[in-house]
């Protein structure tokens, strides 16, 4: 399957160690058709996506949350912004369960996003 792939992300605990999955932004196929978020097992080359509701749909860069207490890599939830360009229809966060790649819970926004190039921000 060949796909373009874009904002790579990973379990943060991970860093410096060999990790197994990622996660980013996709568009699948020869006729682009797809366009959502990934995860895949870079051992096996597995791959589990989300897809958006409509092509006036972006899914910007996920941010992958480990649970507190988790025991595995994929322990934990993948927020990604997803802005909307369709008149009417407000931008939300999906919130994806890590392991299963199903989707959780959407938080709405009252406000338009801006297409954003990083999705992880810290107050000083």
């Not at 060949?2 to 020869?30: A, C, D, M, Q, V």
Request: one cysteine or more; hydrophobic letters at 35%.
């Amino acid at each position: 399957m060949k796909f373009g792939f874009e904002f790579p992300r990973y379990n943060l605990n991970y860093n410096l160690k060999p990790y197994k999955y990622i996660y980013g932004s996709t568009i699948l196929g020869s006729n682009d058709k797809f366009f959502g978020l990934i995860k895949i097992n870079v051992e096996t080359r597995e791959t589990k996506t989300w897809s958006r509701n409509h092509d006036l749909q972006i899914a910007a860069e996920p941010v992958f949350v480990p649970y507190p207490n988790g025991l595995d890599e994929d322990d934990g939830v993948v927020l990604a912004p997803i802005v909307n360009f369709k008149e009417g229809d407000a931008p939300f966060v999906v919130v994806l369960d890590a392991k299963s790649f199903t989707e959780i819970a959407r938080c709405q926004i009252g406000q338009r996003l801006p297409l954003n190039f990083h999705g992880q921000y810290y107050n000083n």
